[in-house]
């Protein structure tokens, strides 16, 4: 049997059909290889990335730590050091009530001044002059400590980012 022109167009024409479908099955095949390939390889990158960012992290967490810690320790150094200065304030101040207040202005209008005494070693400040001069000083060492804390967190800081990778 033969069979007659149209069958075998159609076979023909289905097998062409069939050809390419085959082809493009095999392109697409090829295409999604090469995509999963690629996307494994940024799945990799990804995956690697996080690792490394993680460990960059714990670095940086731990650097965070210890400046926290030395701040904190810093801050307490300060802190005694400045309590220790007002307790010997408190102390100066305290000796002081038993010195004489200063007279009123009526008072020493007349009175001469020496001009060679005691007076210039201050022991014979007056009880006001004494206090004021005292918070002073006192004021002056509570700066000073501060400054110095700064300056302590500052290097402590310094030190460390120098030591980081």
């Known amino acids: 049997m033969i069979l007659s022109r149209i069958q075998q167009a159609a076979i023909i024409g289905a097998g ?3 050809a390419a ?5 095999t392109i697409q095949t090829f295409r999604l ?24 992290n714990g670095r940086y967490r731990s650097l ?20 220790d200065m007002r307790a010997d304030r408190d102390a ?12 009123t202005a009526s008072a020493t209008q007349g009175a001469a001044v020496p001009e060679d005494g005691p007076g210039c070693t201050g ?23 501060e400054v110095k804390a700064c300056y302590a967190q500052y290097d402590s800081l310094a030190q460390a980012l120098e030591a980081a990778p």
């Open 21 to 25: 479908l085959a082809i493009f099955a």
């Open 64 to 83: 965070e730590q210890r400046h926290l810690q030395d701040t904190q320790r810093i801050e307490k150094d300060k802190a005694d050091e400045i309590a």
């Open 92 to 103: 100066a101040l305290a000796e002081l009530h038993t010195r004489p207040r200063r007279p």
């Open 33 to 56: 290889s090469s995509s999963q390939r690629a996307l494994k390889d940024e799945r990799e990158i990804v995956k690697r990335m996080n690792a490394e960012s993680a460990a960059a």
């Open 123 to 145: 022991s014979a400040l007056f009880a006001d002059d004494a206090e004021f001069l005292v918070g002073e000083a006192a004021r002056a060492d509570e700066i000073r400590a």
């Open 16 to 18: 062409v059909v069939i």
